[in-house]
């Protein structure tokens, strides 16, 4: 079946430092990633689409200067949180949708991130 | 724009007990719809879908679900649980109105499986 890779699966990382997180999709090409962002026992929140080649699309209220998303290729999309800061503390997972006409999404492992 | 409502936010049950997790949308068009579970600092693994045909979709781990339309509901059930059941369950919607390309999810059910 269809994997989704994602990497670091911790990180831990100071104040101020910049931290990107790799959703690779191994055995598919994905033009559309999605990131999602989900605080403990709380559902995933949508952060932003990610499309290959081109500018990624975010949701209402995320700041795109402090998350930025890169989909350089069919296969790779990555996010770094620039200047990171103790509330970006969270478990980021990413998905690739391989079925461009139901939606279905497959799910990297997640990252989660601790800034102290 | 479609949501879904997912009322149970924990459902604790006994061990090869049946068990349903709720799930409500509301949209006024066509959808697909999924459940997904995640165990503890994972991501998500998808455990059933609806696109069409049959209402009831059989999926892994023994767990089924019935689509009806007139409620707008999707319910997940499993007629005898396990102790590694134990984690979070996600409905999800996707609908012609985002050309299906857009999932949204519900708050999520706990389910707890005890000895």
């Not at chain 2, 068009?29 to 994972?42: A, E, G, K």
């Not at chain 2, 999926?59 to 997940?76: D, P, R, V, W």
Request: glycine share 6%.
């Amino acid at each position: 079946g269809a994997v989704v890779s994602q990497h670091p699966s911790w990180v831990i990382c100071k104040s101020g430092t910049s931290v990107k997180i790799e959703c690779r999709s191994l055995d598919f090409q994905a033009t559309t990633m999605f990131w999602y962002r989900q605080f403990p026992k709380q559902s995933l929140m949508l952060m932003a689409t990610s499309n290959e080649g081109s500018k990624a699309t975010y949701e209402q209220g995320v700041e795109k200067d402090k998350f930025l998303i890169n989909h350089a290729s069919l296969t790779l999309s990555t996010l770094t949180v620039t200047s990171a800061h103790p509330e970006d503390s969270s478990f980021y997972i990413c998905s690739a949708n391989r079925d461009l006409n139901t939606g279905e999404l497959f799910f990297g492992e997640g990252s989660r991130l601790t800034v102290l | 724009a479609q949501s879904v409502t997912q009322l149970d936010s924990q459902v604790p049950v006994f061990e090869e007990a049946p068990v349903e997790l709720r799930c409500n949308y509301s949209s006024s068009v066509s959808v697909y719809l999924f459940w997904y579970v995640q165990y503890p600092n994972q991501g998500l693994q998808l455990l059933l879908k609806y696109l069409s045909g049959s209402t009831l979709v059989k999926g892994i781990n023994g767990f089924e679900a019935e689509f009806n339309k007139s409620q707008t509901s999707f319910h997940l059930r499993k007629p005898s649980v396990h102790i590694s059941d134990t984690a979070e369950y996600f409905c999800a919607v996707s609908s012609s109105n985002t050309g299906f390309q857009k999932l949204v999810f519900g708050t999520g059910t706990r389910l707890l499986v005890s000895p």
